[in-house]
């Protein structure tokens, strides 16, 4: 995201939209990180039950809450977003369980 430049600094809906771009490149690729975390869960984890632990999908979604409110964006919309991200994550590891 070098090649853009900062958010306050636009002046022009090209600017805006390249920024947004790259900001969801960025997004791409550490999702794919993510999602390579819950390969590894998948393949450390001993049992196919252990892979809903809704105790952990809380604490998630608690921290992304309390780092949205950190800084400064909706802490309730970021909280849905990884309402979904967590059981998409869930649905992930279930199938790469099932696969190995």
Not at 61 to 70: E, F, P, T, V
Request: one cysteine or more.
């Amino acid at each position: 995201m070098q090649d853009t430049i900062d958010p306050g600094d636009c002046t022009t809906m090209a600017e805006v939209r390249a920024g947004v771009d790259a900001v969801d490149r960025a997004l791409i690729a550490l999702l794919a990180r993510r999602f390579g975390y819950m390969d590894a869960a998948a393949r450390i984890k001993p049992e196919r039950g252990q892979v809903r632990d809704e105790a952990r999908k809380a604490q998630v979604i608690a921290n992304a809450r309390m780092h949205a409110r950190a800084a400064g964006i909706p802490e309730a919309s970021v909280g849905e977003l990884w309402e979904q991200l967590v059981e998409a994550s869930i649905a992930y590891e279930l199938g790469a369980f099932d696969r190995r």
